[in-house]
């Protein structure tokens, strides 16, 4: 499925398989779980919910991503601009597992990254000019 849930504000997406590219792009709210991989450029701009893989993600996962918080449990071909692997607290491992339920998938929680926004692009900065 490409751009699986673009743009999309609220809900829960369960993607038993794999999703193309552009999975989330623009989200605003919803929660997407997808029980395989998801292709390159997913996530772009992201700007609120959740989205969970349970396989690999593509090139530039998470470009320009504002507020969505990513999960991920295979490897990440490469992260996108502004967006940087994030500690894993509690209250995340918490969330993720809530949501792994949810979806149906007996997976653990403790064994995915989580990535987030490092809120450098939010305003433009000039030093920041090539990144955009």
């Not at 999309?8 to 929660?31: F, N, P, T, W």
């Not at 449990?73 to 894993?88: F, P, Q, T, W, Y």
């Not at 209250?91 to 149906?104: D, S, Y």
Request: proline share 0%.
């Amino acid at each position: 499925s490409q751009a699986a849930g673009a743009t999309a504000h609220g809900g829960l997406l369960v993607i038993e398989g794999d999703a193309g590219a552009r999975c989330g792009i623009s989200m605003k709210g919803i929660d997407i779980v997808v029980g395989g991989s998801i292709g390159h450029m997913s996530c772009f701009m992201g700007q609120a919910g959740r989205l969970v893989v349970c396989g690999d993600a593509g090139d530039a996962l998470g470009d320009s991503l504002y507020e969505t918080r990513i999960y991920v449990k295979g490897k990440v071909e490469s992260l996108g601009s502004d967006c940087i692997a994030k500690e894993m607290r509690e209250e995340h491992l918490q969330e993720l597992q809530e949501l792994l339920n949810r979806a149906g998938f007996n997976e653990k929680a403790a064994d995915f990254k989580r990535y987030g926004s490092a809120r450098q692009l939010y305003n433009f900065k000039v030093d920041n000019a090539s990144a955009y």
